[in-house]
């Protein structure tokens, strides 16, 4: 068993911009990084709200080991009949118990056993789930025990009060907290006192020249006149965030994390 494994995760895809993106750079990523294992959030990758099966499909087969969700898991119907089929798809695990789909993973590898889990926050976040933080604690000393060193968390949230109190809280139980929801990369990646990395958000997938990859203009006037309006996926170059951590497999610590962030030329797509 290798001492080490690089994971990479990259943030909320945005659209089809962000699919082609992670389709078109993800192999790229993975030879240049030399990446073993990969997470993507597909939150937003159907249209901007949720995720589809062949979506989650094609994703899978551009590269990515496992996909997390968060708030817009549920806004494609097809998505919940695919949950029980394919268990490296998460949702949110402070969902009710009963719920389709979990938001754990235990995943056998060369690399010895590797979790990815996933929370939702609660602060400004619909609906309202079960405490993530006790679930979390729980979730993480039950991997532990079961003798699961390596643990990939994403937590989908709003506020960054709750997620930095998230990875404090993990610190030394998982090998990684990134925070996801907020589209826009935070700069306070780090590795905590304990060994665990910390990201307070990974950013989007999606086009640059937009408002959380949405068409820039729609979303000002929505701001300007306070009535509803569609807000259509931006054109334009895509950025692709994310991070990038080495883990030692022995001990699930880790031993270098930094932010990824690439801005795809005009026209390469």
């Not at 930095?164 to 780090?190: E, P």
Request: aromatic share 8%; hydrophobic share 40%.
């Amino acid at each position: 068993m290798a001492s080490t494994i690089r994971i990479l995760f990259l943030g909320d895809v945005v659209g089809e911009p962000g699919r082609k993106a992670v389709h078109h750079l993800l192999p790229e990523i993975k030879k240049q990084y030399r990446i073993d294992f990969t997470v993507v959030n597909g939150e937003n990758s159907a249209a901007g709200r949720g995720i589809t099966p062949r979506i989650a499909i094609d994703l899978l087969r551009a590269g990515a080991t496992v996909i997390t969700t968060g708030d817009h898991v549920w806004d494609q119907a097809e998505i919940v009949h695919y949950f029980p089929t394919e268990p490296r798809l998460l949702r949110p695990g402070n969902y009710p118990v009963g719920t389709p789909g979990a938001g754990t993973v235990v995943l056998d590898t060369e690399w010895g056993k590797i979790a990815v889990m996933q929370a939702q926050g609660r602060s400004f976040m619909q609906p309202p789930l079960e405490n993530p933080f006790l679930w979390a604690e729980e979730e993480a000393d039950r991997l532990r025990a079961a003798g699961v060193q390596v643990i990939f968390m994403d937590f989908h949230a709003e506020t960054t009060s709750e997620k930095i109190a998230m990875g404090r809280m993990l610190d030394g139980k998982v090998s990684a907290v990134v925070g996801t929801h907020t589209h826009v990369q935070t700069a306070d990646d780090c590795i905590l006192p304990n060994g665990t990395a910390y990201l307070t958000d990974a950013g989007m997938c999606g086009p640059d020249d937009s408002v959380l990859g949405r068409v820039t203009q729609s979303v000002i006037w929505r701001f300007k006149s306070g009535l509803p309006t569609r807000f259509p996926i931006a054109k334009g170059p895509v950025r692709l965030c994310g991070a990038i951590a080495e883990i030692d497999t022995l001990t699930g610590k880790c031993m270098e994390f930094s932010r990824y962030n690439h801005l795809l030329p005009p026209g390469e797509l």
